[in-house]
């Protein structure tokens, strides 16, 4: 069975940081392309950050400078570190496994006081 189980989200004040981590099992993680989207209220969700098998990494323009997107696959888990939040970032935080297959977490919610 797959899983996987986003935590670290919370509260956090306009300028701080947040660790978002995914814990990922029952599949080979280490060639699995990993991403991470979010969904604010009232929008449509978005591709946050992707990392690829590689290392390869791609960024939304609204978070280029500030999130960075890395990966562990002896512990098969992939990481979001989160700075400078702004109250824009308030959103759920999913995280996603493609390799062919798509796999989702249930989400951590994020939200950027102001």
């Known amino acids: 069975q797959v899983q996987l189980v986003e935590s670290g989200g919370g509260l956090v004040q306009a300028g701080g940081s947040l660790r978002l981590s995914c814990a990922v099992s029952?599949?080979?993680?280490?060639?699995?392309?990993m991403c991470w989207y979010r969904r604010a209220p009232g929008k449509q969700r978005e591709l946050v950050a992707r990392?690829?098998?590689?290392?390869?990494?791609v960024y939304a323009d609204s978070v280029k400078g500030r999130f960075t997107i890395s990966r562990e696959n002896a512990k098969n888990t992939v990481f979001l570190q989160m700075n400078s939040l702004q109250p824009e970032d308030t959103a759920v935080y999913y995280c996603?496994?493609?390799?062919?297959?798509?796999?989702w977490g249930n989400g951590t919610l994020v939200t950027g006081a102001s």
């Open positions: 996603n496994a493609l390799f062919g297959a798509k796999y």
């Open positions: 029952g599949i080979i993680f280490s060639v699995y392309t």
């Open positions: 990392i690829r098998s590689g290392g390869r990494t």
